[in-house]
């Protein structure tokens, strides 16, 4: 089985200020990586996804994420960030099998606040 | 593009008595999924479909909990009797098969009292 460990529940930051959201993942298997974001009273929207290639995936909102293997980790980062980044974002994984297992296991969340 | 449809948003209803939540997903999506979000967490999968078929419901309690997509389109998540830990935000999501990251409705957020 796979898990996911959201390693800060809340981050709060200043406008403009860069921001980096931490993940850490557990499988025995390979894995597809995603970070999600979801705005108060809404549904989660996809960021980004890893399924393979560049370990450096970039996303929607000038977010970009970094697959590293070796340290399971796919921390998300924006080099600048706004007012309306203020979120919950959800890292989430599944195992890549080739097949139809598309069941996300999800972290906890982190609650991205951005201050003026 | 209509995106996943949800209703109702919200519901508020008293223990024991029975609830049920409608999905519609996005047209042409084979593959639907219902998740659980409890407060403070990420969401958890309570059941996926391959169209009208059930491929994975493990995590379904299923001495109260019930669902359907009859025609494969369209699904109805049913419980009863509610309990006070049923209290959660239910999200549909749909995808196409082969395609990796949903799109989630709004979901439906449930106060049993």
């Known amino acids: 089985a796979q898990s996911v460990t959201q390693l800060d529940s809340q981050v709060p930051v200043f406008e403009e200020a860069p921001v980096e959201l931490r993940c850490n993942y557990s499988?025995?298997?390979?894995?597809?990586l995603f970070w999600y974001v979801q705005y108060p009273n809404q549904g989660l929207q996809l960021l980004l996804k890893?399924?393979?290639?560049?370990?450096l995936v970039k996303g929607i909102n000038g977010f970009e994420a970094e697959f590293n293997k070796s340290q399971t980790s796919f921390h998300l980062r924006k080099p600048s960030v706004h007012i309306s980044d203020t979120a919950e974002y959800f890292c989430?994984?599944?195992?890549?099998?080739?097949?139809?297992?598309?069941?996300?296991?999800f972290g906890k969340g982190t609650l991205l606040t951005v201050n003026p | 593009e209509a995106g996943v449809v949800q209703s109702p948003r919200y519901k508020i209803i008293e223990k024991k008595q029975p609830v049920a939540f409608w999905c519609n997903p996005i047209?042409?999506?084979?593959?639907l999924y219902w998740y659980r979000q409890n407060l403070g967490q990420g969401p958890e999968l309570l059941i996926r479909?391959?169209?009208?078929?059930?491929?994975?419901d493990s995590q379904l309690p299923k001495d109260r909990f019930s669902a359907e997509r009859l025609k494969g389109v369209d699904s109805t998540l049913k419980i009863q009797p509610a309990e006070l830990g049923d209290s959660a935000v239910y999200l549909c999501?749909?995808?196409?098969?082969?395609?990796?990251?949903?799109?989630f409705g709004s979901g439906t957020r449930l106060t049993v009292v």
């Open positions: 499988s025995s298997v390979s894995v597809y």
């Open positions: 047209s042409g999506h084979n593959t």
């Open positions: 989430a994984v599944t195992k890549n099998s080739g097949g139809s297992n598309y069941k996300l296991t």
């Open positions: 890893y399924l393979s290639g560049s370990t």
């Open positions: 999501a749909s995808s196409l098969w082969g395609d990796y990251g949903y799109t």
């Open positions: 479909y391959e169209n009208e078929e059930a491929v994975d």
